[in-house]
């Protein structure tokens, strides 16, 4: 399910500028397979590297919270090969390694996505220069610099993007062919700059370090995989089925081209303009043709359940989680599904649901709002406080969440973990400011 938050809901229309974070399993997913053996070079584990993107057509990314990069759709659709979204990612991950994002940071560890976009883009705008305004705080933190690299910390992680494509035998020449998309754009005046070249500063001496190296280095001419190329097309196609209006995407695939790639994004087209009377029989066709894609199925829960047929959304939701077990995005729309039903039996196997998710999903301040809303409807207040305090301290709302931690010591057992986590809560949220 692509969502949309703080700037629209799934379904509005064209996508407006301003960084809103974007959910969406099968691309987050798909960037991070593309993603996984960088990560393994630099030696994480590509499952606890959180892929987020931002609703933004600047040219951007970043990396915020620890172990997690957000990247701008822009950046995504202006690729032209994986291979250059590769080398940004790889360039990411020399950040990640080197302990760029740091320890006066450290309270946007446990910030929200929502919270961290946003005051990411804050800053953009303010070093862009496009508004005035003070950057928004999250988590109390609230910086003009928040993520303005130094030059030494830029060759940095040049020198170990470069090492993590070596090590796994890619080439560089995607990264430089996206730094002198950027080098291009330095020349531009004013606000069409792109965001990125402000916050990791550019230098002549880099590009051509960069040149040096991809003559040099023993994969620059390996090209990249069949199965990477078809992903980043399914995943801009996804995006631009998503964020333009219906009638661009049936006009970009109309009905003559049958490729698997264009019925899906018919299918997604016909879900928003709405008329369900052709999505639906669209999707059918595809689950028919693919029985093993969780996203087919995803999409037609919903289809169905933002049109309000919420039973009917169940099964297939359902069955796209037994078919991707490990998603957390998934069992949070299955559990979201269950609480509307009314069904006390279906609300429990959403805080089932939901608890598990979180632990993938922590700063997904919604598994908390949902959490909250399960826990109150089967009369668990305390439970429900709790999710409550959760919600608000990833989102940096500090008195509502000293209020409902409170709330919750008062109304849990002492001596469980429960407990505990409510005082963590309410003592970590006072000292935000210190």
């Given at each position: 399910m692509l969502i949309l938050a703080l700037t629209l809901a799934v379904g509005e229309g064209p996508a407006?500028?301003?960084?809103?974070?974007?959910?969406?399993?099968?691309?987050?997913?798909?960037?991070?397979?593309?993603?996984?053996?960088?990560?393994?070079?630099?030696?994480?584990?590509?499952?606890?590297?959180?892929?987020?993107?931002?609703?933004d057509n600047q040219l951007n990314s970043f990396v915020a919270g620890g172990q997690a990069i957000f990247m701008h759709t822009g950046l995504i659709l202006r690729a032209e090969t994986p291979n250059q979204l590769?080398?940004?990612?790889?360039?990411?991950?020399?950040?990640?390694?080197?302990?760029?994002?740091?320890?006066?940071?450290?309270?946007?560890?446990?910030?929200?996505?929502?919270?961290?976009?946003?005051?990411?883009?804050?800053?953009?705008?303010s070093v862009l220069g496009r508004n005035s305004a003070p950057m928004l705080g999250a988590a109390g933190v609230g910086m003009r610099s928040f993520l303005q690299f130094s030059i030494a910390q830029e060759a940095t992680a040049d020198h170990a993007a470069l090492n993590f494509l070596d090590r796994s035998c890619q080439s560089a020449r995607g990264l430089l062919k996206f730094f002198e998309i950027l080098q291009t754009n330095e020349l531009l005046s004013g606000n069409r700059q792109e965001a990125w070249s402000h916050t990791h500063p550019l230098t002549a001496q880099r590009i051509q370090y960069l040149r040096d190296q991809v003559q040099r280095a023993r994969c620059s001419d390996k090209p990249d995989p069949p199965g990477s190329v078809e992903a980043l097309r399914r995943i801009?196609?996804?995006?631009?089925?998503?964020?333009?209006?219906?009638?661009?995407?049936?006009?970009?695939?109309?009905?003559?081209?049958t490729s698997v790639l264009a019925r899906y994004a018919r299918?997604?087209?016909y879900y928003r303009l709405p008329d369900l009377g052709r999505?639906?029989?669209?999707?059918?066709?595809?689950?028919?043709?693919?029985p093993n894609d969780?996203?087919?199925?995803?999409?037609?829960?919903?289809?169905?359940?933002?049109?309000?047929?919420?039973?009917?959304?169940?099964?297939?939701?359902e069955e796209a989680v037994r078919l991707a077990p490990n998603a957390a995005l998934l069992r949070m729309s299955l559990s979201?599904?269950?609480?509307?039903?009314?069904?006390?039996?279906?609300?429990?196997?959403?805080?089932?649901y939901l608890n598990d998710a979180s632990r993938a999903e922590g700063?997904?301040?919604?598994?908390?709002?949902?959490?909250?809303?399960?826990?109150?409807?089967?009369?668990?207040?305390?439970m429900a406080a709790l999710s409550l305090a959760e919600q608000a301290f990833a989102d940096g709302r500090k008195k509502e969440a000293v209020q409902q931690a409170t709330r919750a010591k008062q109304l849990l057992a002492r001596n469980t973990s429960y407990y505990g986590r409510a005082e963590d809560i309410r003592r970590d949220a006072e000292n935000l400011d210190n």
């Open positions: 407006l500028a301003g960084g809103g974070a974007i959910r969406d399993t099968e691309i987050e997913n798909d960037i991070r397979t593309m993603s996984a053996s960088i990560f393994r070079a630099a030696g994480l584990e590509p499952n606890d590297v959180g892929i987020y993107l931002v609703q590769i080398g940004v990612v790889a360039h990411e991950t020399g950040h990640i390694a080197g302990g760029h994002i740091l320890r006066a940071k450290e309270a946007m560890h446990n910030a929200s996505i929502e919270s961290i976009i946003a005051t990411v883009v804050g800053a953009a705008a801009k196609m996804k995006l631009h089925a998503f964020l333009d209006p219906p009638s661009a995407t049936l006009t970009a695939y109309p009905e003559s081209d299918a997604i087209a999505a639906v029989p669209a999707i059918d066709a595809l689950i028919r043709d693919f969780p996203y087919y199925r995803e999409l037609k829960g919903q289809m169905l359940f933002e049109n309000g047929r919420i039973r009917d959304a169940i099964r297939p939701y979201q599904v269950y609480i509307e039903t009314g069904d006390q039996a279906l609300n429990k196997r959403a805080i089932a700063r997904e301040s919604q598994v908390w709002h949902f959490l909250a809303i399960a826990y109150g409807r089967d009369n668990q207040i305390g």
